[in-house]
């Protein structure tokens, strides 16, 4: 198998440096090029034709979301973002995945410890290089959310990872002010979750938060799985409330889908409904075919409009998956699973 050919984009040459360095240390990847602009990387780009580009955010003449636009628009290709961990960061990343960004890691701090920072890079720039990228061209359409809809009382959880900021926004922007209670586990790094789910938050009707101990599931709330160091479970103690657990990383992540499904499948039952999206590997696989096996209506993203048709695709094939459909039909399909039907 050919090597994947990479471009490196960052002002900085020292960052260059390490990136490089980082990458080169995995030998299924070539660094063919690095970038000290957006004007640099363009003509890079059309001469050396990369697979992947990793992507700086602050840099001069152009900043990376300018260009990355441009890239999205002109020649869509994979690029993984590498994002300072300060707030503005947070906040520029997200906007990047949203306009095309296959996925994100952070920058690190500080020289000290750099190439432990940079550990999971070669494998992201791998996962991103399999990924199918489209062109985008302007804003995504809005949805309408529903004026009549009456929950039955019924939970959501969903999973997803690359590509997930996108497919999460398009099923969330379909929920209404009375949504039902839904829990989201998304493969993120932990500086990041706080700043989507403010995204999501101003993206529906819904109120979006990330989830806190205790936090009770109740209609027109949606929780995010804050990344890092904890799993989010569901359990029932006096109704149904979100739970952090300090556990070690399931199937290479913390917080883990399957933790969550799992959990889900105790503790509502066929009262329930699954989603699992985009995203690259195994991650909720198993714990989707439990919830369905309780009685959970189980939707699965198709591989036509997945950025990644891992998750979905081994969902699928462990008999986890009811029904595939694209991911524009999955909000209005979670609503009809969860509305009340007319006596």
Same mark, same amino acid.
């Given at each position: 198998?050919?090597?994947?050919?990479?471009?490196?984009?960052?002002? @900085?040459? /020292?960052?260059?440096?390490?990136?490089? &360095?980082?990458?080169?240390?995995?030998?299924?990847?070539?660094?063919?090029?690095?970038?000290?602009?957006?004007?640099? +990387?363009?003509?890079?780009?059309?001469?050396?034709?990369?697979? $992947?580009?990793?992507?700086?955010?602050?840099?001069?003449?152009?900043?990376?979301?300018?260009?990355?636009?441009?890239?999205?628009?002109?020649?869509?290709?994979? %690029?993984?973002?590498?994002?300072?961990?300060?707030?503005?960061?947070?906040?520029?990343?997200?906007?990047?995945?949203?306009?095309?960004? *296959?996925?994100?890691? +952070?920058?690190? /701090? @500080?020289?000290?410890? &750099?190439?432990?920072?940079?550990?999971?890079?070669?494998? #992201? *720039? =791998?996962?991103?290089?399999? &990924?199918?990228?489209?062109?985008?061209?302007?804003? +995504? =359409?809005?949805?309408?959310?529903?004026?009549?809809?009456?929950?039955?009382?019924?939970?959501? !959880?969903?999973?997803? @990872?690359?590509?997930?900021?996108? &497919?999460?926004?398009?099923?969330?922007?379909?929920?209404?002010?009375?949504?039902?209670?839904?829990?989201?586990?998304?493969?993120?790094? +932990?500086?990041?979750?706080?700043?989507? !789910?403010?995204?999501?938050? #101003?993206?529906?009707?819904?109120? *979006?938060?990330? !989830?806190?101990?205790?936090?009770?599931?109740?209609?027109?709330? *949606?929780?995010?799985?804050?990344?890092?160091? /904890?799993?989010?479970?569901?359990?029932?103690?006096?109704?149904?409330?979100?739970?952090?657990?300090?556990?070690?990383? %399931?199937?290479?992540?913390?917080? @883990? $889908?399957?933790?969550?499904?799992?959990?889900?499948?105790?503790?509502?039952? #066929?009262?329930?409904?699954?989603?699992?999206? /985009?995203?690259?590997?195994?991650?909720?696989?198993?714990?989707?075919?439990?919830?369905?096996?309780?009685?959970?209506?189980?939707?699965?993203?198709?591989?036509?409009?997945?950025?990644?048709?891992?998750?979905? #695709?081994?969902?699928?094939?462990?008999?986890?998956?009811?029904?595939?459909?694209?991911?524009?039909?999955?909000?209005?399909?979670?609503?009809?699973?969860?509305?009340?039907?007319?006596?």
């Amino acid at each position: 198998m050919n090597p994947i050919r990479v471009i490196v984009v960052d002002d @900085s040459a /020292t960052m260059r440096s390490l990136i490089s &360095a980082s990458l080169r240390q995995d030998p299924q990847i070539e660094v063919v090029g690095m970038a000290g602009d957006p004007l640099e +990387a363009r003509e890079a780009i059309k001469a050396l034709n990369p697979d $992947v580009i990793t992507l700086d955010i602050e840099m001069p003449n152009m900043n990376g979301l300018e260009f990355l636009e441009k890239i999205m628009r002109l020649r869509p290709m994979p %690029v993984v973002m590498v994002s300072t961990l300060t707030q503005a960061g947070a906040d520029a990343t997200l906007r990047a995945l949203e306009l095309g960004a *296959v996925d994100c890691v +952070a920058k690190p /701090t @500080s020289m000290v410890g &750099a190439s432990q920072g940079l550990s999971d890079l070669a494998t #992201r *720039v =791998k996962n991103a290089a399999r &990924a199918r990228v489209r062109s985008h061209n302007g804003a +995504a =359409k809005v949805a309408v959310a529903p004026r009549d809809y009456i929950p039955s009382g019924h939970m959501v !959880a969903i999973g997803s @990872s690359t590509g997930g900021v996108e &497919a999460l926004l398009a099923v969330l922007s379909h929920y209404p002010a009375n949504c039902p209670p839904t829990v989201i586990t998304q493969h993120m790094p +932990a500086t990041f979750t706080k700043s989507f !789910a403010a995204r999501l938050d #101003r993206a529906t009707e819904a109120h *979006v938060t990330e !989830a806190y101990d205790g936090a009770p599931l109740e209609c027109g709330k *949606v929780y995010l799985a804050p990344g890092g160091e /904890t799993h989010l479970e569901v359990v029932r103690q006096g109704g149904l409330r979100c739970r952090l657990q300090r556990e070690e990383p %399931v199937n290479g992540h913390r917080p @883990s $889908v399957d933790v969550l499904f799992n959990s889900v499948s105790t503790a509502a039952g #066929r009262a329930a409904v699954g989603v699992i999206l /985009t995203g690259m590997g195994r991650d909720g696989a198993q714990g989707l075919k439990q919830m369905r096996t309780q009685g959970a209506r189980t939707l699965g993203q198709d591989e036509a409009s997945c950025v990644v048709y891992g998750m979905p #695709r081994s969902a699928f094939e462990a008999g986890g998956v009811e029904t595939q459909a694209p991911i524009e039909a999955i909000g209005p399909m979670i609503l009809k699973f969860t509305e009340k039907r007319p006596s």
